[in-house]
């Protein structure tokens, strides 16, 4: 494709069906994620960057270049943020048996949630919710949130709740996997859209709903491991989160 564009080959051509090659291209697209998303599997590099490489080479020059490190479009961006920055609030100002019911719980696999005791539970949700806070963090500066990035933040300054969340079995893949998970339903549903006011303001490109992408990029490419994707809720209905009831300090934080 590279080739063909240098050589003259117009980006605004047409089919028959009145599509430039980047619309039909991506209506190709469209087809094999349902199939990917259907069964939860995890982006394979085999489909990714090939998909990646395709979509840019058809790109205008202004659309690539208002991509963050080559991929990260500027509405996925800012609804990342966004999605990250308000659970990280939410979990700050809920107790642990609220947090056990809400949606970003859920990509906490069963297996770790059982390390959870009443001793360690505040602890253990303080650490889940600095991760959040750390990928609006990278985000606000312009990072893509990795795994190894958001490993490096909490090695340059220790965060004894990070390292409770982590020593109970916690992976910052939980963390992104809900934020990417949470943030696709998002700019898939357009009542929750119209509340980030922003938004419409920003440039729109086809890499604007390409999670599987994002979750390549920020998880498999960005030194993580991945081998199952949530939400783990179904797994989850039966656990019963200890708590201290008479333990003031869960509303304070």
């Known amino acids: 494709i590279t080739v063909l564009v240098r050589s003259g080959a117009s980006l605004q051509a047409t089919n028959l069906d009145g599509d430039t090659p980047l619309q039909s291209f991506m209506k190709i697209v469209e087809r ?13 590099e085999v489909d990714v960057l090939p998909k990646l490489a395709c979509a840019r080479a058809l790109m205008a020059p202004d659309a690539q270049a208002v991509l ?4 990260l479009s500027p509405r996925m961006r800012e609804v990342l943020r966004n999605t990250a920055q308000i659970t990280y609030e939410e979990i700050t100002t ?13 990509y906490i696999p069963e297996e770790t949630l059982t390390q959870v005791t009443k001793a360690s539970s505040k602890k253990f949700y303080d650490g889940w919710g600095a991760i959040f ?7 606000n500066e312009g990072l893509a949130p ?14 004894d709740d990070y390292q409770c969340f ?3 079995g916690g ?3 939980f963390a992104l996997d809900a934020i990417l998970d949470i943030s696709e339903n998002i700019l898939i549903d357009p009542d929750i859209l119209t509340d980030l006011k922003d938004i419409d303001f920003l440039p729109t490109t086809p890499l604007d709903m390409q999670f599987d992408i994002a979750r390549f990029m920020c998880i498999m490419n960005g030194g993580g491991t991945w081998n199952s994707r949530g939400p783990y809720d179904d797994e989850n209905d ?3 989160v200890e708590v201290d009831e008479d333990d003031e300090s869960y509303g304070d934080y």
């Open 238 to 240: 039966h656990l019963e």
């Open 94 to 106: 809920s107790t642990p048996v609220e947090l056990h019911r809400m949606e970003c719980t859920e």
């Open 166 to 168: 982590i020593e109970k």
């Open 68 to 71: 963050l490190e080559g991929w």
């Open 133 to 139: 806070c750390c990928v609006a963090g990278l985000l």
């Open 146 to 159: 990795t795994v190894q990035r958001i490993k490096d933040a909490f090695t340059g300054k220790y965060d």
């Open 171 to 173: 992976l910052i893949e």
């Open 32 to 44: 094999s994620n349902g199939y990917a998303q259907r069964f939860r599997l995890p982006p394979r």
